[in-house]
């Protein structure tokens, strides 16, 4: 499991360090502070890959370092301090065999995956035919990869989901309880269908899911979100199919931990899934393996504040922590916030982590502000009361609890 990692003259700091939780890891703060490059990172100094491109670190003078630490499999701690190579533009890596982190499993926003199986991706001597790691682009995650050849690595998930549902074996079995591990609601379950025919242009059967009100939806056809979901579900047990594979075949003991990279885990997703998907995300391995107490490690990016109220039950201050970053003057500060239940999602709008000062519309906030100005005000002039209070009504719901005290203070006046 990843421990920490620590920047120097590179990303949206001139330092950063963040030492990370065992189990769950929220990134939070505005888009361009830092969240997926932290996320590009970690991929990076568990793997020896790059997801994307690699990161570039600021301009000379600076000396840029990139450090970190994480467990290996047999609880060992590895520590490396990465400098960069200008000429050759290159991120320097320790020399030798590294450990195995475990396996790890990259979800991007914008819909590709990248997968390390330290059992078929292990770095070793005179293996050219073995990949560093699998980067999948997202039409790779449904059609192959790699996608242009005729030799795949992978097969896909259309290719592959067709192909287990007709063997009936584990392989489906597996891909069912995580879907149903991952599904949105128990009366709105992930239910594979039957497979069909979708074009006379296309000779593949198509896997679809079986719909709540009684359809089967082709999964090319399906929501943006169910589509997110179910291609993490097929990832997961291709890389846990291939791993047990490839470890019978070496004489070699399964991986028993896995980690979660995962951009914007609430992307795509309705609200009512946006608060299961956390908890679902840590039951996966034993929806795989069928084992309890796997080691399981998230690390994501959120702007849902539901996302955080779904943890509220289950967070352990031992085990899980939430980072904020943050515009402090003119630079990017990192910091965990202080953890205690918020209780529901417009608490956590309007706490330091989403740094709202309503739950409100823009409009409302605005009107708000020029409300709580005049209820400060020893005697406001009678034309400002009535045009705050034409502001109110045009940005507030009839039952908005601000009512209650403007209604009053506006009375006082009157009377």
């Known amino acids: 499991m990843l421990k920490s990692l620590r920047f120097e003259g590179v990303g949206p700091a001139s330092k950063l360090r963040v030492d990370f939780s065992p189990r769950l890891n929220f990134l939070a703060g505005d888009n361009g502070f830092g969240k997926t490059f932290l996320l590009d990172v970690a991929w990076w100094v568990l793997t020896r890959t790059w997801a994307r491109a ?6 000379p ?3 840029p370092e990139i450090g970190y630490e994480y467990d290996t499999k047999g609880g060992l701690k590895h520590e490396y301090a990465s400098t960069f190579d200008r000429q050759a533009e290159e991120w320097s890596i320790k020399q030798g065999r590294p450990p195995i982190p475990g396996m790890v499993l990259y979800a991007q926003v914008d819909g590709g995956f990248s997968v390390w199986d330290p059992a078929r991706n292990y770095w070793k001597k005179g293996s050219p035919g073995r990949p560093p790691s699998y980067l999948f682009s997202a039409p790779e995650v449904w ?13 896909g998930l259309i290719a592959d989901w ?21 599904a949105p609601s128990g009366s709105e379950p992930l239910e594979p269908g039957t497979l069909k025919k979708i074009s006379l242009g296309d000779a593949r059967r198509h896997p679809t899911l079986r719909m709540p009100y009684g359809q089967d939806v082709a999964l090319v056809h399906a929501s943006a979100g169910m589509r997110r979901v179910v291609a993490l579900a097929y990832l997961l047990v291709w890389t846990w199919q291939e791993h047990v594979s490839a470890c019978k075949h070496q004489g070699i003991e399964p991986a028993r931990e896995i980690v979660f990279l995962v951009d914007e885990i609430e992307a795509h997703l309705h609200p009512q899934w946006q608060r299961r998907i956390v908890p679902a995300l840590l039951d996966v391995m034993e929806a795989l393996t069928g084992e309890h107490d796997v080691p399981v490690q998230l690390i994501t990016a959120t702007h849902s504040p539901l996302v955080l109220v779904s943890t509220e039950s289950i967070f352990d201050e031992d085990r899980d922590a939430i980072w904020e970053l943050d515009l ?4 990017v500060q990192l910091r965990e916030s202080a953890w205690h239940r918020r209780g529901d999602a417009n608490s956590w ?3 330091s982590v989403f740094d709202l000062k309503e739950a409100r519309s823009i409009e409302a906030e605005e009107a708000i502000t020029e409300a709580l100005a005049l209820l400060r005000a020893d005697s406001p002039p009678k034309a400002d009361l009535e045009r705050v209070d034409g502001l109110l009504r045009a940005a507030l719901g009839d039952v908005d609890r601000f009512w209650v005290r403007w209604s009053a203070f506006k009375k006082s006046f009157e009377g």
């Not at 690699?54 to 301009?59: G, I, L, N, S």
């Not at 059609?143 to 097969?155: A, R």
């Open 61 to 63: 003078p600076v000396a």
């Open 143 to 155: 059609d192959g990869f790699p996608l242009d050849s005729p030799t795949k690595l992978c097969n």
């Open 349 to 351: 709008l309007t706490s």
């Open 54 to 59: 690699p990161v570039v670190p600021h301009a």
């Open 328 to 331: 402090v003057g003119d630079s």
């Open 162 to 182: 067709a192909s287990w549902q007709l063997e009936k074996g584990e392989a489906f079995e597996q891909l069912r309880r995580v879907l149903r591990a991952l």
